[in-house]
């Protein structure tokens, strides 16, 4: 009788090495005039976006960089210079009075100028999509690396297109989709319609591109990483580079019993946390919720919290730094700041989805987009928006939430008309919120303030 054969263990570090020296080959070295790489939350794409502008700039291949925005074209102008102090990279900006970050005045390798031709022959130039769009008369680069490609509206792409030969697209599915002030029904299930994302018209075009995507997720924990990827990537699933007891989150303070303190202890040992406050019908800035959010934050602080993770053994302190609120709305994020500014908490990071996007924490706390709601409305069931807010973090999400949520989606099916020839985007957000919900209903702390 044959021993049954043992399953192949996974190695996270492994696999994305994998992922990523097919990306580089089909970039360096195939014929195709576009790759695009799919990435979920955390996989490395600045990394990935980094370590290609350096071998094409190495190879001696012209390279420009198309990012999303100013934040995002600096922080890849630092990165390149760590990487690469000697390197000369081009930063091309616009002509306000602040335009760039200061931290790059302090960089010799880092040329700075509102004109392109200032910065020619640089082996790398990066601005903005929107600053490329105004770039004319000069020499096309042979090679173009564009950051947040789904985040890229694709009028913004053919604004582009004309600069470069041949580009490495890279970008999170998952997330938001481009923002667009006018409805584009109009353009609906139209190869060319300029509201949908660059990679989505890109590939209606030329569907026999190179696609990859990155297998790993650093950024989210092993408690996190499968609900996202069932809940929002159910067609390009992935796995946490960590294992269980990798991370851990502890506190010095003990639990005063309450239900911030509660809802803390189970989110420390389990990843996450449902702070459930009553059903009711409530304003957009609702207090009790907003404030709840503020005393959850302020608890964390006061109980001296330590993590611990695969980065080093030695404990790192929970700073206002390391932990986010995010939001749906503005004038919710606006209100949880002055909660928080009245519990004397200063320097944690308070915004709404669109504006976290790429950004990662230890912490984070989370008031549900459909909390308190009577109704559930398109922007409140967005995929994207549930899927930032729900993967931010290193160690553990707290949710806050109204009872209810579950029968009010019930009660407003999905009912968003079909589109031909639309790619629907699996699962919607309906699915999505009940996938959710459930998993977090299994870490639910009902409290009354």
């Known amino acids: 009788m044959t021993a049954p054969a043992q399953q192949a263990v996974f190695d996270p570090g492994a696999a994305a090495g994998r992922a990523t020296d097919a990306i580089l080959r089909d970039t360096l070295r195939g014929s195709a005039r576009g790759v695009v790489v799919d990435s979920p939350p955390g996989a490395g794409k600045s990394t990935l976006v980094v370590r290609a502008a350096l071998e094409l700039a190495e190879a001696g291949r012209p390279l420009m960089v198309v990012a999303q925005t100013n934040a ?3 922080d890849l102008v630092l990165r390149l210079a760590e ?42 130039v990066i601005s903005t999509a929107a600053k490329w769009a105004h770039v004319k008369g000069v020499e096309p680069w042979e090679h173009a690396i564009v950051d947040e490609a789904y985040q890229m509206r694709s009028d913004a792409l053919l604004a582009v297109a004309g600069l470069f030969e041949r580009a490495l697209f890279v ?28 990679v989505t018209t890109l590939l209606a075009h030329n569907p026999d591109l190179p696609q990859h995507r990155l297998p790993v997720s650093w950024r989210l924990p092993a408690s996190a990483a499968p609900l996202v990827s069932d809940a929002f990537y159910p067609y390009t699933p992935f796995r946490s580079g960590t294992d269980h007891g990798d991370r851990r989150l502890s506190f010095g303070v003990p639990s005063d019993g309450s239900g911030p303190d509660r809802v803390i202890d189970e989110a420390a040992e389990s990843g996450w946390g449902l702070l459930e406050l009553p059903a009711r019908h409530t304003p957009r800035t609702d207090p009790e919720a907003i404030r709840a959010v503020a005393l959850v934050v302020r608890r964390l602080l006061d109980r001296t919290g330590t993590s611990t993770s695969e980065r080093s053994p030695d404990p790192a302190p929970l700073t206002a730094d390391r932990v986010a609120v995010g939001t749906a709305h503005r004038d919710q ?80 099916p999905s009912t968003e008309p079909v589109q031909l020839g639309t790619l629907v985007k699996f699962p919607d957000g309906w699915e999505a919120n009940h996938a959710v919900l459930s998993h977090l209903a299994e870490h639910r702390v009902p409290w009354r303030p």
């Not at 306000?96 to 509102?114: E, H, I, W």
């Not at 923002?179 to 190869?191: K, M, N």
């Open 72 to 74: 995002q074209v600096d």
């Open 171 to 198: 970008g999170d599915p998952g997330q938001l989709d481009p923002f667009s002030i006018v409805g584009g029904e109009q353009w609906a299930g139209l190869s060319y319609d300029p509201s949908a994302s660059a």
């Open 333 to 412: 994020a606006a209100a949880v700041r002055a909660a928080l500014t009245e519990l004397g908490v200063t320097d944690v990071t308070v915004d709404t989805a669109n504006r976290l996007q790429g950004r990662e924490y230890d912490v984070t706390v989370v008031l549900h987009p459909l909390s308190g709601r009577p109704d559930a409305t398109a922007f409140h069931l967005e995929t994207g928006r549930l899927c930032v807010l729900a993967s931010r973090h290193r160690h553990a999400c707290i949710v806050v939430c109204r009872e209810g949520v579950t029968d009010l989606l019930d009660d407003y």
């Open 83 to 124: 990487k690469n102090p000697g390197m000369p990279v081009g930063r091309l900006h616009s002509s306000d009075t602040d335009p760039y970050d200061k931290a790059l005045d302090a960089l010799d390798s880092v040329r700075k100028s509102a004109k392109a031709a200032d910065l020619a022959g640089l082996p790398v």
